[in-house]
């Protein structure tokens, strides 16, 4: 398993943006299909996003599509999730995940690892 540690959340108003960051530990990171979760009050945890280790495929959560974008440096042992144009409704805790050579799921039972989260807050 890859140890998972996010960070960039916070406090934005409306039509702002945030970058997160999830950093990786362990020299196999570049294996790993790495997404993001959320969970927001009173709510289960959703997907957001995906991508493949090797950075070369995507995929979003139809809430998020055209306002996030997810990337990776595996150099860096890093994926990061741009946010643009966010709404209240992104309010939530942010969570990165790692699952060893996985297509690109949403499915939470896919991810063998689990970062502990970050608060994003979009006030109106």
């Known amino acids: 398993q890859v140890q998972l540690v996010e960070s960039g959340g916070g406090l934005v108003q409306a039509g702002g943006s945030l970058r997160l960051s999830c950093a990786g530990s362990?020299?196999?990171?570049?294996?790993?299909?790495m997404g993001w979760f959320r969970r927001a009050p009173g709510k289960e945890r959703e997907f957001v996003a995906v991508i493949s280790w090797t950075g070369g495929y995507t995929r979003y959560a139809d809430s998020v599509k055209g306002r996030f974008t997810i990337s990776r440096d595996n150099a860096k042992n890093t994926v990061y999730l741009q946010m643009n144009s966010l709404k209240p409704e992104d309010t939530a805790v942010y969570f990165c995940?790692?699952?060893?050579?996985?297509?690109?799921?949403?499915?939470?039972?896919?991810?063998?690892?689990w970062g502990q989260g970050t608060q994003v807050t979009v006030s109106s």
């Open positions: 995940a790692a699952g060893e050579k996985r297509p690109l799921t949403s499915l939470i039972s896919a991810y063998d690892s």
């Open positions: 362990g020299r196999t990171f570049s294996s790993y299909t």
